[in-house]
């Protein structure tokens, strides 16, 4: 629940005036990116410190070079990721969460903490009978 008539909207107060289940929702559209199968990875992946492509692609097994830098650019151009170009031969480009991302990422993991500890119940491992 606000707490002031001024204090920011939680998601869920977004979700419960039901703005975000509407198909124009730009909000959508960020969640989409942060929750995607590569978002997720490349934001927790970056909670460790800034990282170069080749870095990031190493560390995300499966990810393809394509995929990467879709992700890459969908989460720079919603202000969660900064990338950084040095002027060199050959080219060095380094990625690093903004205040923002780093935000984001630190709820992402906790969700990635929670899946990871109750996956064996969710695969039905654990389930009693």
């Not at 060095?92 to 109750?118: C, F, K, M, N, S």
Request: aromatic fraction near 6%; glycine fraction near 6%.
């Amino acid at each position: 629940m606000r707490q002031t008539p001024s204090a920011p909207l939680t998601l869920s107060e977004h979700m419960a005036r039901g703005e975000l289940f509407s198909e124009k929702c730009p909000a959508r559209e960020v969640l989409k990116h942060i929750t995607s199968r590569w978002g997720v990875l490349v934001l927790i992946a970056l909670l460790g410190g800034t990282h170069r492509f080749s870095e990031l692609r190493h560390k995300i097994g499966g990810v393809s070079e394509r995929m990467l830098a879709q992700t890459l650019q969908w989460l720079e151009a919603d202000g969660l990721v900064q990338r950084t170009a040095y002027p060199v031969v050959p080219p060095h480009v380094d990625y690093r969460l903004t205040p923002l991302g780093r935000e984001a990422a630190q709820r992402v993991e906790a969700l990635a903490d929670w899946v990871e500890l109750h996956l064996p119940e969710m695969l039905g491992q654990d389930r009693q009978a």
